[in-house]
Nanobody, 117 residues
Framework: QVQLVESGGGLVQPGGSLRLSCAAS????????MGWYRQAPGKQRELVAS???????NYADSVKGRFTISRDNAKNTVYLQMNSLKPEDTAVYYC???????????WGRGTQVTVSS
């Protein structure tokens, strides 16, 4: 019972920045663990970053030091600030929500991020 809508994707040059937003509705946002995944053409979807209900973040090694995940429970929104973008960051980025211990996952439809000069 969670609906997720991503926004903020687009075309950016290498070294540039972009901020993705994920707006959630349909349930109590603050009790969900939120995450960002990405999928490049021909590759499997991979976890980029997640953030717990207690604001504890974790990141894929490939984005550590460059990306920051945050959440604003009052706005029912999770963000992914992406700095120092690289061409290999190009992918469709998906918002994810789940409530431990349940393994039921909710997904947005994705937003395209393209890093190119």
């Amino acid at each position: 019972q969670v609906q997720l809508v991503e926004s903020g994707g687009g075309l950016v040059q290498p070294g540039g920045s972009l901020r993705l937003s994920c707006a959630a509705s349909g349930s109590i946002f603050r009790i969900y663990v939120m995450g960002w995944y990405r999928q490049a053409p021909g590759k499997q979807r991979e976890l980029v970053a997640s953030i717990t209900t207690n604001e504890s973040p974790n990141y894929a090694d490939s984005v550590k030091g460059r990306f920051t995940i945050s959440r604003d429970n009052a706005k029912n929104t999770v963000y992914l600030q992406m700095n120092s973008l690289k061409p290999e960051d190009t992918a469709v980025y998906y918002c994810n929500a789940h409530r431990p211990p349940s393994m039921i996952n909710y997904w947005g439809r994705g937003t395209q991020v393209t890093v190119s000069s």
